[in-house]
């Protein structure tokens, strides 16, 4: 299952709301979909997972929602810590990646 | 605390061969299903390689099918990957992970270059 995230870039101030997509080629079986944050150097994070359950210690400013082929990931108000690069995957078919959206501070 | 630890990485040349390990502390290793994640230079996240509980089912991404052979030792709580036939597009920072119910934890992963 082919996974597009859009933007591929998106520039932002801390305060300002996120809103990150990911649209899938085919239906996701069961929303078997995560959203994962990584910064430079470091491993992927799981933020969410079945498109909507936070991972254990995520803050709740963090939120997916969607179901069958598109997805969103908000992040309601940016923390300086939140600028990352943001990856959504889908596990209900094999595991697959999209490329990614950059969070950049504007 | 879960911990995931790689080695192994390292430099290669074209058509060598490569055995990354993981060792995993902080959880009942057993009980986990685990992965290989790959990331290039600049690029995203690839899934490379998934072993069951048991180690009796092993699934791999069609980039890495027959060159590639992930295992486990649940005595050692070890994660492998024999990484044969290497080739300068499997250049990559190599990832371990537990699955539940998918990537839940991650190591800081091992980096292979495969380059003359």
């Known amino acids: 299952i082919v996974l597009t995230q859009t933007p591929g870039t998106l520039s932002l101030s801390p305060g300002d709301r996120a809103t990150l997509s990911c649209r899938a080629g085919q239906s996701v079986p069961s929303n078997y979909l995560a959203w994962y944050q990584q910064k430079p150097g470091q491993a992927p994070r799981l933020l969410i997972y079945?498109?909507?359950i936070r991972a254990t210690g995520i803050p709740d400013r963090f939120s997916g929602s969607g179901s069958g082929t598109d997805f969103t990931l908000t992040i309601s108000r940016l923390e300086p810590e939140d600028f990352a690069v943001y990856h959504c995957?889908?596990?209900?078919?094999?595991?697959?990646f999209g490329q990614g959206t950059k969070l950049e501070i504007k | 605390e879960v911990q995931l630890l790689e080695s192994g990485g390292g430099l290669v040349q074209p058509g060598g061969s490569l055995r990354l390990s993981c060792v995993a502390s902080g959880f009942t290793f057993n009980t986990y299903a685990l992965s290989w994640v790959r990331q290039a230079p600049g690029k995203g996240l690839e899934w490379v390689s998934g072993i069951s509980v048991s180690g009796g089912a092993t699934y791999y991404a069609d980039s890495v099918k027959g060159r590639f052979t992930i295992s486990r030792d649940n005595s050692k709580n070890t994660l492998y990957l024999q990484m044969n036939s290497l080739r300068a597009d499997d250049t990559a920072v190599y990832y371990c992970?537990?699955?539940?119910?998918?990537?839940?934890?991650w190591g800081q992963g091992t980096r292979v270059t495969v380059s003359s």
């Open positions: 079945g498109a909507s």
């Open positions: 995957q889908q596990y209900g078919r094999s595991y697959t």
């Open positions: 992970a537990r699955e539940y119910p998918t990537l839940d934890y």
